[in-house]
């Protein structure tokens, strides 16, 4: 199994998007003639271009659904040469679409605002009301930091790769020297416990997977800071005769709590109403995109949490979300076909930091509890002393 093939296989393993979707995601992609989108969403062989065409093709089928004309889609994304920020912003309007069930609701790409200036990502306007929603859209992509961290990670990636399970290292995001390749006998005692730990698989689980991953600690605050400035940049953008919502696409940068605290440095004028955080995870072994949005209303009562909404209706999706929670941060990740010699395996994900937005969050190996604490970390007397002033919340004391 080669080339595309065995990334279709794989893909098809951990998301449970079937072969043929992901030829026909592909086909659809090409028809539209646009280079930069067909080169990296049709051509580019690994998972996240498999699946986040599939994503995009959901998308543009339920926005299209909705009225939503082909050339405002393909225009959104003819005039992205990144391909990903447009890439997520209508798989996030696709998602708002489809929670939208009042059939008699127009919604909008790009919509006029009422009271004149920019014009909003979205808007929704349901019958009988005055005011409907508007929503910015913005995408918490890799800083340029964590960009280089993913860098120095993805050296290390290939050696750490098992012959088959997974091998994980934990290290601080200021600590990437602490990374390292591990010996041969290290590799075989990873492998004894990896054939312990893929016996306990469910059935049906893909046992012959292969893979690294490099779990980040003590990054929250990094992007905090980040969400923090991507929302204001939104507020500057959402007219002041709306009914306003910024929407984020939720990359796991940080738990639900310590971006519920964030509410608490960020100056609302009375027009934005909130946060939502949409987005999609995939946690091993399930095969199944788990979709979520959280809408965090600016009053929201300092003791309640954030409004969960899975969007699909799988009875693993709470727990699904409570892994998710308890392995926030970034993780560069490599899984290759366990098929051939060790050197030449096919990768079929390789996040390494060339890529810096992805289409779903990504668990392959859940943080072993107290895990956190063990990891050595230095801290930033940056931030440190914008934590000590209360301009971001302590995501450290949330977590």
């Not at 543009?60 to 009225?67: A, F, H, T, Y």
């Not at 050696?159 to 091998?167: I, Q």
């Not at 965090?296 to 727990?319: F, G, T, Y």
Request: overall charge negative; proline content about 7%.
């Amino acid at each position: 199994m080669r080339g595309l093939n065995a990334v279709d296989h794989w893909a098809h393993l951990l998301t449970g998007e079937s072969r043929e979707r992901i030829e026909d995601s592909r086909a659809r992609i090409e028809s539209f003639g646009i280079d930069h989108l067909t080169e990296e969403l049709a051509r580019r062989q690994d998972i996240d271009a498999a699946v986040g065409g599939c994503m995009l093709n959901s998308a543009i089928e339920e926005l299209s659904k909705r009225g939503i004309p082909m050339t405002k889609i393909e225009g959104k994304l003819r005039g992205d040469p990144d391909v990903w920020p447009s890439v997520t912003e209508l798989v996030a309007a696709g998602l708002l679409a489809k929670v939208t069930t009042d059939p008699e609701a127009s919604i909008e790409l790009d919509a006029k605002s009422k009271s004149g200036g920019s014009r909003p990502d979205l808007r929704l306007t349901f019958p009988g009301l005055q005011n409907g929603a508007t929503f910015e859209f913005k995408a918490l992509s890799l800083s340029e930091s964590e960009a280089e961290f993913f860098t120095q990670a993805a050296t290390m990636l290939p050696a750490m790769c098992p012959s088959w399970g997974m091998a994980t290292q934990h290290i601080a995001i200021d600590r990437s020297e602490d990374l390292y390749a591990p010996s041969r006998a290290e590799r075989r005692a990873d492998e004894l416990q990896n054939r312990r730990a893929m016996k306990k698989l469910p059935a049906g689980a893909p046992r012959d997977i292969a893979a690294a991953v490099v779990a980040a600690h003590y990054s929250e605050q990094r992007y905090l800071e980040r969400a923090r400035d991507r929302v204001e940049d939104a507020m500057r953008q959402l007219p002041e005769g709306d009914d306003c919502w910024v929407a984020l696409w939720w990359t796991n940068g940080a738990p639900l709590g310590s971006m519920r605290q964030l509410l608490t440095t960020i100056a609302f004028p009375p027009h934005i109403l909130g946060i939502v955080l949409l987005g999609a995870v995939v946690v091993f072994p399930d095969p199944e995109i788990h979709y979520y949005h959280f809408f965090i209303p600016r009053d929201l009562p300092e003791d309640e949490l954030p409004k969960v909404v899975s969007l699909v209706d799988h009875p693993l999706a709470e727990k699904i979300l409570e892994i998710v929670e308890e392995s926030s941060g970034i993780r560069p990740t490599l899984i290759v076909h366990p098929e051939g010699t060790r050197q030449k395996r096919q990768r079929v994900l390789f996040r390494d930091g060339q890529r810096r937005l992805f289409p779903f969050n990504l668990i392959l190996d859940r943080d072993p509890q107290g895990m956190r604490e063990a990891v050595a970390f230095e801290g930033d007397p940056d931030e440190e002393e914008r934590v000590a002033r209360g301009v971001l919340p302590d995501a450290r004391r949330i977590h």
